[in-house]
């Protein structure tokens, strides 16, 4: 997910942050090839902005060594590897920009998207930046987002991947909870933190059903980022940061601890 450009707030703040935020397919792993052909698509969570190491041909997409998709693929060695996954990638950028590696013989295809849809950018600057109230009427219209026009542009993703790629196994990748609740966090307050991690559940679960509609595995990281979440102690996410477009994104241990456990898997 991508942050939007945003300056300004007391003590000379300024965030430009990115955040920019099963069933199996019909090929699974037991079926098909042991190193299929792997096409790694969707967001900056996928690009693994946030990760460090990234890939310089890959310009502004941001796409770390440090991801998920490319951690996964020097450790399995697939037949090849196409990473399309670019920062700030909304559904549409998907659909225009990153299907051209799909085939009839790609064996496994990942994706993470949908937050970017929900202008999950704009409600982390509002609530970083902003008072209770104004984060939570932000965070009112993103939820109102994922559940009125998201899952029908997801449906559109889903189903071009599926035509593509007929014989796929296709693993859709969720979004972690970002802050412990409870007790204080440097920055924002409880309430600001509970209904952040309200939205990022809300986003999930329109998310795993939409995949599961389609046949498509989810991976729920929820399951491996508890614990170490942002006012943890021990956070696999990154906060506001420098650079700032790696705010809010996991970093290199989110990506190899909370990220490619549930990926491979499901894979």
């Given at each position: 997910m991508k942050l939007s450009r945003v300056a300004g707030a007391a003590s000379a703040l300024s965030l430009?942050?990115?955040?920019?935020?099963?069933?199996?397919?019909?090929?699974?792993?037991?079926?098909r090839a042991s190193t299929p052909a792997y096409v790694a698509l969707g967001d900056s969570y996928s690009?693994?902005?946030?990760?460090?190491?990234?890939?310089?041909?890959?310009?502004?997409?941001?796409?770390?060594?440090?991801?998920?998709?490319?951690?996964?693929?020097?450790?399995?060695?697939?037949?090849?590897?196409a990473f399309t996954a670019c920062s700030g990638a909304r559904t549409g950028d998907v659909l225009a920009g990153q299907l051209g590696p799909l085939n009839s013989s790609t064996g496994l295809v990942s994706i993470s998207v949908g937050g970017n849809d929900a202008g999950f950018a704009d409600t982390m600057t509002a609530c970083v930046l902003g008072g209770d109230s104004s984060c939570l009427d932000r965070i009112a219209q993103a939820r109102a987002v994922i559940q009125n026009e998201l899952p029908a542009k997801l449906d559109d993703v889903y189903s071009a991947i599926?035509?593509?790629?007929?014989?796929?196994?296709?693993?859709?990748?969720?979004?972690?909870?970002?802050?412990r609740t409870g007790?204080?966090?440097?920055?924002?307050?409880?309430?600001?933190?509970?209904?952040?991690?309200?939205?990022?559940?809300?986003?999930?679960?329109?998310?795993?059903?939409?995949?599961?509609?389609?046949?498509?595995?989810?991976?729920?990281?929820?399951?491996?980022?508890?614990?170490?979440?942002?006012?943890?102690?021990?956070?696999?996410?990154?906060?506001?940061?420098?650079?700032?477009?790696?705010?809010?994104?996991?970093?290199?241990?989110?990506?190899?601890?909370?990220?490619?456990?549930?990926?491979?898997?499901?894979?």
């Open positions: 430009t942050a990115a955040l920019a935020l099963g069933v199996p397919g019909v090929a699974h792993s037991a079926e690009s693994g902005v946030g990760a460090g190491s990234y890939d310089p041909a890959g310009g502004s997409c941001k796409r770390s060594t440090r991801s998920y998709p490319a951690l996964w693929a020097a450790r399995n060695a697939p037949s090849s590897f599926r035509s593509r790629a007929p014989r796929a196994q296709v693993v859709v990748l969720g979004y972690p909870r970002f802050y007790g204080l966090c440097a920055g924002l307050s409880d309430t600001k933190r509970k209904a952040i991690n309200a939205a990022a559940d809300h986003l999930d679960t329109v998310i795993a059903k939409r995949a599961a509609d389609h046949g498509f595995a989810y991976g729920d990281v929820n399951t491996t980022f508890a614990g170490h979440e942002l006012c943890s102690g021990s956070a696999w996410l990154n906060s506001v940061s420098l650079p700032v477009d790696e705010s809010y994104h996991p970093n290199a241990a989110g990506q190899a601890n909370g990220y490619l456990p549930v990926f491979d898997k499901a894979a």
